[in-house]
């Protein structure tokens, strides 16, 4: 089946860097490794190497890197931009204002208007916290508190790379001061902001990041595993488990087990080779209604349309072959859209 008439939701997403990149540099846009030696390998990776040929197709390229670099420092950078991100026919984009820094990538409102749909901001608890510095947990509380009110349409917390998952008992931070939040410090922000946002009455969907996705991070801490004591104590939150690999199974098994529980592979599609395995190990035990469709595309735009594409197409031949045919699409567009209407209310 083809998906692409159904438009996406993307309810994880990030700003972009308009710019014109070096080889090297467009390569490590593709990698989660910000260290330069691993850039050249990027070169040799299945998935770069598809991605050249899906861009390369796109822009109707010879199928080189070469070409498809050319391309991108000759043209201009919003219109390169904007071309790629309608062309993944998404409706409206959730994004994380935590990152890329406001003076490096687009703000909520340009990435919107790039992609021709609505954008609304998801609040990074973490930012809240280093922007307040000593009233860290009085701004998070106070940040969290109006949240809703100021046009968030959720939260995200990035603990699993700042000492990891398991708030109870949080890990210290390895290396010197970064000035950023980690360790203790971090956990009691994060439950600070778990806790102003559940007395609200009415709270915001949690986006957690579980996983693969930073290099910081320590990956068997980023088990979301580790998050069940705090998916019990917060039983009204909606918790939304991003990226999830290697993981997937385990949050699966979450969102098999909890009500307040969802997952995505976002991330996990466009960067592992095998798309379609990841949402088999999603759908294993997880509800088709608590799979939500999400790209973390983030600097560079290609990876919206990848993520898109790649996403529709494992997406087809995964529920074809679990489910009877007239049920394929309405489930596509559960995932792909209306799950992610109905979680945020949108």
């Not at 307040?260 to 294993?284: K, M, Q």
């Amino acid at each position: 089946m083809d998906l692409w008439e159904l438009a996406l939701v993307d309810h994880h997403a990030h700003g972009i860097l308009l710019d014109r990149p070096t080889l090297e540099e467009f390569r490590g846009r593709f990698s989660e490794s910000p260290d330069p030696r691993q850039w050249p390998h990027v070169a040799n990776a299945v998935t770069y190497r598809r991605a050249i040929r899906s861009l390369a197709a796109f822009f109707d390229l010879a199928p080189t890197e070469e070409a498809v670099h050319r391309h991108r420092l000759e043209s201009d950078p919003s219109e390169y931009a904007a071309r790629l991100l309608r062309a993944t026919r998404t409706e409206l984009l959730l994004v994380d204002d935590g990152y890329p820094p406001p003076d490096e990538g687009t703000s909520v409102g340009e990435l919107g208007a790039l992609a021709g749909c609505e954008a609304r901001p998801v609040l990074r608890i973490e930012r809240v916290a280093e922007e307040a510095g000593a009233d860290a947990t009085d701004a998070v509380r106070q940040g969290v508190a109006t949240a809703r009110e100021r046009g968030f349409a959720g939260l995200k917390t990035i603990a699993a790379y700042r000492g990891g998952l398991d708030l109870a008992a949080p890990h210290a931070p390895t290396g010197g001061s970064t000035g950023r939040i980690e360790g203790r410090a971090m956990a009691e922000v994060v439950l600070a902001a778990l806790e102003s946002n559940e007395a609200t009455g009415d709270p915001l969907p949690v986006q957690v990041h579980t996983g693969f996705g930073d290099s910081d991070l320590h990956l068997p801490r980023a088990d979301p595993g580790h998050l069940k004591p705090l998916l019990e104590r917060f039983r009204k939150t909606p918790f939304v488990l991003l990226h999830c690999y290697p993981f997937v199974r385990e949050a699966g098994w979450l969102a098999h087990v909890y009500g307040n529980v969802y997952l995505d592979v976002s991330l996990t599609i466009p960067h592992v080779s095998r798309p379609a395995e990841a949402l088999r190990e999603a759908l294993e035990l997880a509800p088709l209604s608590k799979l939500l469709y999400a790209s973390d595309a983030a600097r560079t735009p290609e990876l919206y349309y990848l993520a898109a594409t790649w996403w529709r197409s494992a997406l087809a031949e995964v529920l074809e072959e679990l489910l009877p045919a007239a049920e394929v699409e309405p489930a596509a567009r559960m995932i792909l859209a209306d799950n992610a209407r109905s979680l945020y209310r949108l």
